[in-house]
């Protein structure tokens, strides 16, 4: 079954730690995004990419990196300098034309804690 | 002011009962608007696009009024499952056509 996979789903970070948040999708999609979830706010647009080797800051990159050098993978990287970094992480897919339908297809999240 | 302005509710209702949500937005020149449905401590799942006309999908009705720049969710005979956030998105069409997600407004059916 096609889709896209997020892992790990739970993870525990001391502060001043890099981690990274994997996503995968085997959809043939083009564009892929990175999405941050807090309580009480809608989702916030932190990259995306439109094609391989491509992408660009949303409105709250600050603090995150990414790298999108296969069509299927778009890993997130939260580094020490992300100021508050505990969030749901979304990572999103859409076809060509998926903004313009609204269609993105979602993977399962990945709840990162610092502590 | 934000972007897409939403009552988080939460909104209780009974089983059988019709309920309904709106959510306005602030950009006049955007041009497509869906609402998605995200149950507890999921990820969001597309519920149905909005068009100009209002569709309608069995029980879910959404309607677009451009003119006060609001887009609405009906709920006909409220079932238990229909329980969850419903986020209104809104396409903001400024350059990459970027989806601006609403914070959500919690539905909870009771028995």
């Known amino acids: 079954d096609g889709g896209i996979t997020q892992s790990p789903k739970y993870l525990f970070r001391k502060e001043g730690q890099n981690v990274t948040l994997s996503c995968e999708q085997n959809?043939?999609?083009?564009?892929m995004y990175w999405y941050r979830q807090d309580p009480g706010q809608g989702l916030r647009l932190i990259y995306y990419?439109?094609?391989?080797?491509?992408?660009q800051k949303g409105d709250i990159a600050e603090g995150y990196s990414v790298s999108r050098e296969k069509k299927e993978s778009f890993p997130l990287t939260v580094t020490s300098a992300q100021k508050n970094p505990t969030a749901f992480y979304l990572c999103a897919s859409s076809g060509t034309s998926g903004t313009a339908t609204g269609e993105l297809f979602f993977g399962e999240g990945s709840r990162l804690t610092v502590l | 002011r934000k972007e897409v302005e939403q009552d988080p509710g939460p909104f209780n209702v009974p089983e059988g009962a019709t309920v309904a949500f709106n959510c306005t937005y602030s950009n006049s020149a955007s041009q497509s608007f869906f609402w998605y449905r995200q149950d507890c401590r999921k990820e969001p799942k597309l519920l149905m696009s909005v068009y100009s006309s209002g569709n309608e999908d069995g029980r879910f009705t959404a309607q677009l009024n451009r003119a006060s720049q609001y887009i609405s969710l009906l709920i006909r005979d409220s079932k238990l499952s229909d329980s969850a956030t419903y986020l209104c998105?809104?396409?903001?069409?400024?350059?990459?056509?970027?989806?601006?997600f609403g914070t959500g407004t919690r539905l909870l059916v009771s028995p």
């Open positions: 990419s439109q094609i391989v080797n491509d992408f």
């Open positions: 959809l043939n999609h083009d564009a």
């Open positions: 998105v809104v396409n903001s069409n400024t350059g990459f056509q970027k989806l601006v």
